[in-house]
């Protein structure tokens, strides 16, 4: 029995469970639009976005969720800081865990119930948008640098500037009553 290689975008999952299987690769960001929407200064022709996958049967009770799948992915993305609108450069990382059960209702319910994602057994999955779809679930809902470079509500705490000012120790020594 020959065996086909197996396509990342056409994935067999429950076949793929069954025989343990485990693939990786890298897909350009710029074969993703609608990760590429949301990074204007990122999509370069050269950002990559690494992925793998692992499938597993879980001998488990019927009923229960036995055909399992890991992904992980990884991209270093950069958005827009909300906050000084400057590049905001940051590595992400998914590693998410689905459970795949045979018909959508079945799906639907267990999903209801149970910690991780479970979806429908497919013979097609398409790992590309699947990766895609949790990338974009892993973003910031407002990118913010923790501290922005640029002048900024930052800037005012900063214990140099403050010492700068050319009126500070003038109003201090005005405090303490020595001028009058
Ligand atoms: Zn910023």
Same mark, same amino acid.
Not at 6 to 13: A, F, T
Not at 35 to 46: F, I, K, Q, R
Not at 124 to 134: I, K, M, N, S, Y
């Given at each position: 029995?020959? &065996?086909?290689p197996? *396509? ?6 429950a076949?793929?469970?069954d025989?343990a299987?485990?693939i990786?690769g =890298?897909?350009p ?13 990122? $999509? ?6 690494r992925?793998? #996958?692992?499938?597993?049967?879980h001998?488990?009770? @019927? ?11 990884? +991209?270093? /993305? ?18 998410r865990?689905f ?5 959508? $209702?079945a799906?639907?319910?267990?999903? $209801?119930?149970?910690?991780d994602?479970?979806? #429908?057994?497919?013979r ?8 895609? *779809? =949790?990338l974009l /679930?892993? /973003? @910031? /809902? +407002?990118? &913010? ?5 640029? @002048? ?5 705490a900063d214990?140099q $500037? #403050? #010492? ?9 020594? %005005?405090? &303490?009553? %020595?001028?009058?």
């Open positions: 029995m020959s &065996k086909r197996v *396509d990342p975008r056409r994935l067999d999952v076949a793929f469970a025989a299987g485990e990786a =890298e897909w960001l710029s074969s993703m639009p609608r990760l590429t929407e949301v990074t204007p200064h990122g $999509a370069s022709e050269t950002t990559q976005v992925w793998t #996958a692992r499938g597993e049967r001998a488990a009770s @019927p009923g229960s969720v036995q055909v399992w799948l890991h992904l992980t992915a990884r +991209v270093a /993305l950069s958005l827009v800081c909300q906050r000084c609108l400057q590049p905001f450069e940051k590595q992400f990382d998914v590693s865990r459970g795949f059960v045979p018909g959508e $209702a799906a639907i319910e267990l999903d $209801a119930e149970c910690e994602d479970v979806l #429908a057994l497919t097609a999955l398409d790992l590309h948008e699947l990766v895609e *779809d =949790e /679930l892993s /973003l @910031p /809902l +407002v990118p &913010k640098h923790e501290t922005c470079l640029l @002048p900024g509500p930052a800037a005012e214990p $500037a #403050a #010492a700068a000012h050319p009126f500070a120790e003038l109003a201090a020594l %005005r405090g &303490k009553g %020595r001028l009058n």
